[in-house]
């Protein structure tokens, strides 16, 4: 079957590093998404890998290893508005999303 | 960026009632739309894939004679919940996919649905 693993929460402090991982499942593979959720509010598009390696854009990274079927999203410098779900996807052969259940990031001053 | 519009954001409707939620692509065209649901503290749910101009795809589990999906037009795709019930009321997403960009999904704000 297809299946997303990802932790459920997290916590860290104010302007540190933070990691979140993800592992997959999928009939196929066609990218891996990281998405941003506000509590309340649609996600956000954050991130998008298909090949292996180190994605990085501005205070956030993502990386993919396909052999592996992982990839992890790398935020640095954290600030409280970073406090979110980080939600992660990864599209399959039918180009579908096969969504995690997110992992709750929880900033601490 | 390309935006996605929902309408309304949030409905509050008695039990037994219908409620027709759209989505609206602005300034692209929306070859495909996906309808998600997403309960408190869960992930998003897909519950049907629709294309413009034919019948939508409904996911195991959901009814597709209460859950209505028109795709009229490249644009605009709407959301019919027939006869709703207090277990309906969830967070309802759409997101849609450009003719140029099949690999990322675009969200909608949402719409928040409470049955009473």
């Known amino acids: 079957g297809q299946n997303i693993d990802q932790p459920t929460e997290m916590t860290a402090t104010e302007g540190a590093i933070v990691q979140i991982n993800c592992t997959y499942q999928t009939s196929g593979f066609n990218g891996l998404f990281w998405y941003q959720q506000h509590a309340g509010e649609a996600p956000t598009f954050l991130s998008y890998?298909?090949l292996d390696g180190l994605e990085e854009k501005g205070r956030f990274s993502s990386f993919l290893s396909r052999s592996k079927g992982y990839s992890y999203l790398l935020l640095k410098e954290l600030q409280m508005k970073d406090s979110a779900s980080y939600l992660c996807?990864?599209?399959?052969?039918?180009?579908?999303?096969?969504w995690g259940a997110g992992t709750k990031l929880i900033i601490k001053p | 960026g390309a935006v996605v519009s929902q309408h309304p954001s949030w409905v509050i409707c008695k039990s037994g009632t219908s409620v027709k939620i759209e989505c609206r692509s602005l300034d692209f065209q929306a070859t495909t739309m996906f309808w998600y649901r997403q309960f408190p503290k869960q992930s998003l749910m897909l519950m049907a894939t629709?294309?413009?101009?034919?019948?939508?795809?409904?996911e195991q589990g959901v009814e597709k004679d209460k859950f209505l999906i028109n795709h009229a037009s490249l644009t605009l795709s709407t959301l019919t919940v027939t006869s709703a019930h207090p277990e309906d009321s969830s967070f309802y997403i759409c997101?849609?996919?450009?003719?140029?960009?099949?690999?990322?999904?675009?969200f909608g704000p949402g719409t928040r649905l409470t049955v009473l």
């Open positions: 996807a990864a599209m399959d052969s039918n180009y579908q999303l096969i």
């Open positions: 629709s294309n413009e101009g034919s019948k939508a795809t409904y």
């Open positions: 997101s849609a996919v450009g003719l140029t960009s099949y690999n990322e999904q675009f």
């Open positions: 890998n298909v």
